[in-house]
């Protein structure tokens, strides 16, 4: 399918339509497209208008819960546009910033906001730190994205390499960096990737002038990108955790880049990524991000949405360029963040 050729609509924080940069303001309108949303197989967001699949850019959750009301003993959601739909305890989970997550009956993702769990936590009968309990049933309340422990073993990866495609691996650079960078128009930087993979990107930006570092988790992958690469000017690759990342690097990058790194370390782990990134750029350095902002709940890759990146960066990162991707590759197309962030002064 080619996307570039295909309608866009975004969703802002509050759970309404954005088109052409106006709110949606007609009720019946909105709320046919809300009770069109659908998800696809790899996690981006669409909807319908006579027949046509319209592609939906959503800051948060494509749902956005305002209030919950206890209708006749049944817990009940109000979405923008007057759509409701019963609310199922059992779905909730529950994010870092203590808001709450879940699915309707369709499966569509759904965040509350803070004035919907206010309601929520009216309309239950008890709450607690880890539960909810209405109608004489108690219900745990998950973490919105679950953690997966072998992440954190370096053979994980190798293994994955040695006997598999990995479903990362592109065979080339990420299709946006050919038109992001001179967009960006960076002089001739230190540029640090993270989980540079085989190290197509990493040679990318040698290529282009740049004196570019890789560093991955696995010892296959480093491997083939030294085979592939070593050759090239002003390039280097290190294999090592990037948790564990040389003391004397720190403060020594100009622009750090992220590439599908940020969605394969554990989910609990993403601010302590955040911290490394801080710690890696000189002062006035930049992050260049490529994220996914798709439905993904176990991983690796998880997904996640442009609302948690923001909450992770504005306090280490004045944002200068932030924008979802139309032209990425086929299997990518749909959900993806770029994020072109300057280092605060004094961080």
Not at 36 to 43: C, Q, Y
Request: aromatic content about 14%; some cysteine.
């Amino acid at each position: 399918m080619n996307f570039t050729t295909q309608r866009y609509l975004q969703v802002d924080e509050e759970g309404y339509w954005i088109s052409e940069g106006l709110r949606i303001t007609d009720e019946e309108y909105g709320r046919e497209l809300l009770e069109k949303i659908g998800v696809t197989e790899r996690g981006s967001f669409f909807t319908e208008v006579d027949g046509e699949r319209i592609w939906i850019e959503a800051f948060d959750e494509p749902l956005v819960a305002r209030f919950v009301e206890n209708i006749e003993g049944q817990l009940v959601l109000s979405f923008p546009y007057q759509l409701k739909s019963p609310l199922k305890l059992e779905s909730l989970t529950v994010d870092e910033w203590d808001r709450f997550h879940g699915r309707t009956e369709n499966g569509v993702p759904f965040v509350l906001s803070r004035a919907a769990q206010a309601t929520l936590f009216e309309a239950v009968d008890e709450f607690d730190d880890d539960s909810l309990s209405f109608a004489g049933q108690r219900h745990v309340l998950p973490a919105w994205l679950q953690l997966n422990d072998k992440v954190a073993d370096q053979s994980f990866w190798t293994n994955i390499y040695r006997t598999e495609e990995p479903g990362w691996e592109m065979g080339r650079e990420s299709a946006i960096l050919p038109e992001i960078l001179p967009q960006l128009k960076i002089p001739r930087s230190r540029i640090l990737v993270l989980g540079c993979g085989t190290g197509h990107d990493v040679a990318f930006f040698a290529k282009a002038g740049h004196i570019a570092t890789g560093v991955d988790f696995s010892e296959e992958a480093i491997q083939r990108a030294q085979a592939s690469y070593s050759s090239l000017n002003d390039i280097r690759f290190l294999q090592a955790d990037v948790f564990k990342l040389p003391t004397e690097w720190a403060a020594q990058f100009d622009v750090v880049f992220d590439h599908t790194c940020y969605c394969a370390v554990n989910p609990n782990r993403r601010t302590e990524l955040v911290t490394v990134w801080k710690r890696m750029l000189a002062e006035g350095g930049h992050l260049l991000g490529f994220f996914f902002t798709r439905d993904k709940v176990k991983g690796p890759p998880w997904g996640g949405s442009e609302w948690e990146i923001r909450q992770r960066l504005k306090n280490h990162f004045d944002f200068r360029y932030w924008t979802r991707w139309r032209k990425s590759a086929p299997k990518r197309q749909g959900y993806e963040l770029v994020v072109w962030a300057q280092k605060k002064a004094g961080i």
